[in-house]
């Protein structure tokens, strides 16, 4: 009897040392403990949002030599795209991409990148948008560990009927959000705010009879399949950021640190490059694949348009100036856009 005794107990030690390990995510002398982080994201995974995810991903793993792993969450699966500041903040997931236009209030400093500046790329507003906000530290981030930013390429319109004039414009719905919507308005069609991930939708059902987006969604989303006509205007881009749960980040491993905060500034300009090469491949699919006509407007035309947005800056300070230094914002940007993007 004494012996069964003996062996139970050594069966019920054994079992606790085991659990033990369990909760170290198998770590050993020789095999470190593994991180495993959760990384959310609201598009699909063919979009650039979530290439660049992966992308990191991969750079994390590899750095880390596998101290890390990231599980990656496309598609709205794990925050969806309104959710995603709070979700990192209250760490349902370790770490978000956000489309700060999608609440323009909250982002007020780094919006201000929505302005139709005229910013030509995405490597030029991704490096504007990065200066901006080291500059200014806005408090809405505060909460949450930056891990880098990024921005869209120029916004054109994608619509189902041609837009060659401003009277084609007018009363059109056409999908946009935060910054860019008031674009819309200005140039007089009816804006319609949502986030990209209801778009497709929208558009199938007639909600909407186009978008106005960077024009990389024509092949990631395969609009040119639904909308055969893009009027070029180039403007307005749209800022990204990518957060982490900050308890989260402050309890990692300094090496593990040193590795995000060396890949920040990095992953920034490799979005960059990649929306503006992915934007080409875009346009020459469209055309190939669906016959998409491309509306250049004439240089009449472009000064009549851009004529439109020309209050918009303006009430963007006055909007804002009780809140932030908006005036200087403005300045810093018209600044940066004249000095290169490398
Ligand atoms: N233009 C913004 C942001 C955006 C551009 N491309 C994508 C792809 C997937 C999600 C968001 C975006 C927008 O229209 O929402």
Excluded at 5 to 33: E, H, M, Q, R, S
Excluded at 35 to 54: D, H, K, R
Excluded at 271 to 283: C, L, P, Q, S
Excluded at 307 to 321: C, G, R, S, T
Aim: charged share 25%; proline share 5%.
């Amino acid at each position: 009897m004494k012996k069964y005794v003996y062996l139970v107990v050594c069966f019920l030690l054994i079992c606790t040392f085991l659990n033990g390990c369990k909760k170290d995510n198998g770590g050993t002398a020789d095999k470190p403990v593994t991180i495993t982080l959760t990384y959310a994201n609201f598009p699909p995974a063919s979009t650039f949002p979530c290439v660049q995810m992966e992308r990191w991903k991969t750079e994390v793993e590899k750095r880390t030599d596998g101290k890390v792993v990231v599980k990656t969450f496309p598609g709205g699966t794990l925050l969806d795209a309104k959710d995603m500041m709070d979700g990192v903040i209250a760490g349902q997931a370790d770490i978000g991409c956000l489309c700060m236009a999608y609440q323009p209030g909250r982002f007020a400093v780094t919006n201000a990148l929505a302005l139709p500046f005229g910013i030509k790329d995405a490597k030029t507003g991704s490096k504007m948008l990065w200066d901006l906000y080291n500059k200014y530290k806005p408090a809405e981030f505060e909460q949450v560990k930056v891990l880098t930013m990024f921005t869209t390429a120029p916004s054109n319109i994608m619509s189902q009927k041609p837009i060659r004039s401003l009277a084609d414009i007018k009363g059109i719905s056409l999908r946009a959000s935060g910054g860019a919507g008031e674009i819309l308005q200005a140039w007089g069609a009816n804006m319609v705010g949502m986030p990209m991930s209801a778009t497709p939708e929208a558009l199938q059902k007639g909600v909407v009879q186009g978008l106005f987006s960077s024009l990389e969604v024509m092949k990631d989303f395969s609009y040119a399949e639904l909308c055969r006509y893009v009027t070029m205007t180039d403007t307005s881009i749209y800022p990204f950021a990518v957060v982490m749960n900050k308890a989260k980040f402050d309890a990692m491993p300094d090496d593990v640190k040193k590795v995000f905060d060396d890949l920040a500034e990095e992953q920034m300009k490799w979005t960059g490059d990649y929306m503006d090469n992915h934007v080409d491949e875009a346009i020459a699919f469209s055309k190939e694949k669906f016959q998409v006509e491309f509306i250049e407007l004439s240089d009449e035309q472009k000064a009549e348009w851009n004529k439109k947005l020309e209050p918009i800056i303006a009430k963007w300070v006055e909007d804002n100036k009780a809140k932030i230094p908006a005036q200087q914002i403005v300045d810093d940007l018209k600044q940066m856009m004249t000095e290169p993007a490398e």
